[in-house]
């Protein structure tokens, strides 16, 4: 056992007997370096602090005093806040019998499971076994770590041709790779190689995402269907789903798929917060509250609480006249998140629904404001709140304050958010008269962060300049002088630091637009040539 020894293992379990059992069980399996956490939030702190190679987690995590996360939740933050990598080993411990917790820590997806009591023979086994798995991994993810996408792949391919036990896991992180490269077709066809191999679900499941990304809804829904009647435990299935009966429009059908997954698996925070939205745009007030007040206990013991969450609760409440209950949550938000970036805006927010709802009209424009200030000083608020946020500052005539919260979106580029979904705001409001001024001050900001691109570049930072007309294009995406100074940019960086898959991808799509804005542009011939040149220099197939 000695290739243990520089293992770094952190154990998550809230009795002391059992941490003691299982460190003198990982000495006798050649481990020294143990950690301890007796909770959740202990386990994240130190998570945010350091990586461990291997993370023993206690299911039951409560306790019988029943508060806190169980272990589930944990790994559910875990991931999605990317405290551990895909290379680090997470196994559960679990004596828990009841059927929904054990479903819901599955479709989570441990690296694995081990049932209490058990040996120290088995528990070095099963270390053993995950330590084989991760070695033969390591390089593919290593290269996705760095950036070097086509880099991983190709390990892919190799490590599968060599290790053809480990086929299924490195066909799976090539698809994603290729879907990271929005490269849906290629994933598709990894996903079609593992199905005719055998029927996973995985694979079902992630031919289900291509078709969707593709906008191929109906397939989408087809392959869902068919794989959840055959197997109905597999819960990401009806997520995605619900995402395509939503897409078409389906409100209640998606929240009737939500329903049925939460009945299978109750303790997952984020179906349920994605219920409850379901829910409310269903117009289903009670059954959004049911949800966002699940959503609101159980997350109560996360580092990771989510204030909108309160403002959630308070918009089904109000919906349904329990002015009562929404204040009991907005003093509930008050209470037990000070300190949280978000919490001021969520909380004036929420203040300014229950003024509204009693017919305050001036302490609601008194509390927008106060939310706009907040989100200005912190910027700490999702883009969908922002946009009601903006929504509700136009219905009280509180023009300057709305424009500046959508700005703040638009200036986001990470927001996800377009320009025409931005200038829907104004339009379903109906100030088409403020459409003008928006795009006014955005075609503004643009040429700003144009003179910051070229101050970057002439310092040399050639990455940083790409990026900062990244931010350009994001609030001005039809601006010629835009599209050009990015398509230029992008290139310099290309020929400059090598080939970057998503970045030429964008040239391409840009090099397109300027030549249907404006076939005779001086620049477009050199950057047309420029840009197969690099192909070529860089052995890209298919150059334009």
């Known amino acids: 056992m000695q290739e243990n020894g520089n293992l770094a293992v952190l154990v998550v379990d809230p009795?002391?007997?059992?941490?003691?059992?299982?460190?003198?069980?990982?000495?006798?399996?050649?481990?020294?370096?143990?950690?301890?956490?007796?909770?959740?939030?202990?386990?994240?702190?130190?998570?945010?602090?350091?990586?461990?190679?291997?993370?023993?987690?206690?299911?039951?995590?409560?306790?019988?005093?029943?508060?806190?996360?169980?272990?589930?939740?944990?790994?559910?933050?875990?991931?999605?806040?990317?405290?551990?990598?895909?290379?680090?080993?997470?196994?559960?411990?679990?004596?828990?019998?009841?059927?929904?917790?054990?479903?819901?820590?599955?479709?989570?997806?441990?690296?694995?499971?081990?049932?209490?009591?058990?040996?120290?023979?088995?528990?070095?086994?099963?270390?053993?076994?995950?330590?084989?798995?991760?070695?033969?991994?390591?390089?593919?993810?290593?290269?996705?770590?760095?950036?070097?996408?086509?880099?991983?792949?190709?390990?892919?391919?190799?490590?599968?041709?060599?290790?053809?036990?480990?086929?299924?896991?490195?066909?799976?992180?090539?698809?994603?790779?290729?879907?990271?490269?929005?490269?849906?077709?290629e994933a598709a066809a990894v996903y079609r190689e593992v199905l005719a191999e055998r029927p996973l679900g995985w694979a079902a499941l992630g031919l289900a995402r291509t078709f969707f990304a593709l906008d191929q809804v109906d397939d989408a829904r087809a392959i869902l269907e068919e794989l959840l009647a055959a197997n109905p435990r597999l819960m990401a299935g009806y997520d995605l789903l619900a995402r395509c009966l939503e897409a078409g429009g389906e409100q209640e059908a998606a929240k009737k798929v939500l329903e049925d997954a939460v009945a299978i698996s109750p303790h997952v925070v984020r179906r349920l917060r994605k219920l409850g939205e379901v829910a409310l745009a269903a117009g289903d007030a009670e059954g959004a509250e049911k949800s966002f007040r699940q959503v609101v206990t159980k997350a109560r013991y996360s580092e990771f609480r989510n204030p909108e969450d309160h403002v959630n609760l308070v918009k089904a409440l109000v919906t349904r006249d329990d002015v009562l209950g929404a204040t009991g949550v907005v003093r509930d938000l008050e209470r037990s998140m000070r300190g949280n970036p978000a919490a001021d805006a969520c909380r004036s927010y929420a203040n300014s629904l229950l003024l509204d709802k009693t017919g305050n009209a001036g302490g609601a424009v008194a509390e927008l404001q106060a939310a706009v200030t907040a989100v200005r000083a912190s910027g700490a608020m999702s883009s969908n709140l922002r946009m009601e946020l903006a929504q509700a500052c136009l219905d009280h005539r509180l023009d300057e304050q709305a424009s500046d919260v959508m700005l703040s979106v638009m200036n986001d580029a990470a927001s996800g958010v377009s320009v025409d979904q931005a200038m829907h705001v104004f339009v379903k409001a109906g100030r088409t008269d403020m459409l003008e001024g928006m795009g006014q001050q955005l075609r503004a900001q643009a040429q700003i962060l144009l003179g910051v691109a070229d101050e970057k570049r002439n310092m040399g930072d050639v990455r940083g300049a790409v990026q900062t007309l990244l931010e350009a294009l994001h609030i001005a995406p039809h601006n010629l002088q835009v599209m050009v100074a990015t398509a230029g940019g992008i290139l310099r960086q290309v020929n400059e630091l090598g080939w970057d898959h998503p970045l030429g991808e964008t040239a391409a799509r840009l090099l397109e637009g300027i030549q249907a804005q404006d076939a005779q542009h001086p620049r477009l011939a050199a950057l047309v040539d420029e840009y197969m040149a690099a192909r070529r220099k860089y052995g890209i197939a298919d150059a334009r």
């Open 15 to 185: 009795n002391q007997g059992m941490r003691t059992s299982l460190q003198n069980m990982l000495n006798q399996a050649g481990i020294a370096k143990v950690e301890y956490a007796i909770n959740a939030n202990t386990a994240i702190r130190q998570l945010q602090r350091r990586a461990y190679d291997i993370v023993l987690c206690e299911y039951d995590l409560a306790g019988s005093g029943g508060e806190g996360q169980d272990g589930q939740q944990l790994l559910e933050d875990l991931r999605h806040h990317r405290l551990i990598s895909p290379s680090t080993i997470f196994i559960m411990l679990t004596s828990e019998g009841v059927y929904d917790k054990v479903v819901s820590a599955a479709e989570l997806t441990p690296t694995d499971y081990v049932l209490k009591p058990f040996t120290v023979d088995l528990l070095a086994g099963r270390i053993k076994r995950s330590l084989e798995r991760r070695g033969a991994l390591l390089p593919a993810w290593q290269l996705a770590a760095q950036g070097k996408l086509r880099e991983a792949i190709a390990a892919c391919r190799d490590g599968a041709a060599a290790q053809s036990r480990f086929a299924a896991d490195f066909a799976r992180i090539r698809a994603e790779l290729h879907t990271t490269l929005n490269e849906h077709l």
